[in-house]
T-cell receptor
């Protein structure tokens, strides 16, 4: 399998649930990203991992918790989410050198009831 | 405050004609710019990029122009095809860090 994959593609969860989003890249990259895309808003960068260390955390609520066990895998752990967290969550990867193009996965469409 | 802006949420163009998508940015420290294309239910796909040392980059039917003094870039698609119908995002990054800033996207419809 090539490129950036994300599972699940769709997720519906209640506010008290705990779930995890998974991202895997097969491009040999060493930086990975989580973005949130809400309707009519620009993509919002949530977290950046470069060489498996978190380097950016853009004031994301603690109910979102990232994990990067190795350069190919990235997780986003979700707990006690709010309905306004419903969005498309996109994972991307790139080479860690600044300015390199990011390649995106298909996204997970999350609905919080 | 949004640092990358796409002021046209939608654009319709006849097949065979030129599509011009525009993007403005506010941060003069940005030096690398990209365009992404996104179909429904898919993630954004990289289309073309340009660094600030150039003012034009061409790849087949796609050309990106950069006007640094105006802090403006544009994507030209010639000739436009129905398969080009998608949402187009521009993005910019600075000289440090891994962060890209995205616009809100322009939905292009190419009419057969």
């Amino acid at each position: 399998e090539t490129g950036v994959t994300q599972t699940p593609r769709h997720l519906v969860m209640g506010m008290t649930n705990k779930k995890s989003l998974k991202c895997e890249q097969h491009l040999g990259h060493n930086a990975m990203y989580w973005y949130k895309q809400s309707a009519k808003k620009p993509l919002e960068l949530m977290f950046v991992y470069s060489l498996e260390e978190r380097v950016e955390n853009n004031s994301v609520p603690s109910r979102f918790s990232p994990e990067c066990p190795n350069s190919s895998h990235l997780f986003l752990h979700l707990h006690t989410l709010q309905p306004e967290d419903s969005a498309l969550y996109l994972c991307a990867s790139s080479h860690a050198t600044q300015g390199n193009t990011q390649y995106f996965g298909p996204g997970t469409r999350l609905t919080v009831l | 405050d949004q640092q990358v802006k796409q002021n046209s949420p939608s654009l319709s163009v006849q097949e065979g004609r030129i599509s011009i998508l525009n993007c403005d940015y506010t941060n003069s420290m940005f030096d690398y710019f990209l365009w992404y294309k996104k179909y429904p239910a898919e993630g954004p796909t990289f289309l073309i990029s340009i660094s600030s040392i150039k003012d034009k980059n061409e790849d087949g039917r796609f050309t990106v122009f950069l006007n640094k003094s105006a802090k403006h870039l544009s994507l030209h698609i010639v000739p436009s095809q129905p398969g080009d119908s998608a949402v187009y995002f521009c993005a910019a990054s600075g000289r440090t860090g891994n962060q890209f800033y995205f616009g809100t996207g322009t939905s292009l419809t190419v009419i057969p």
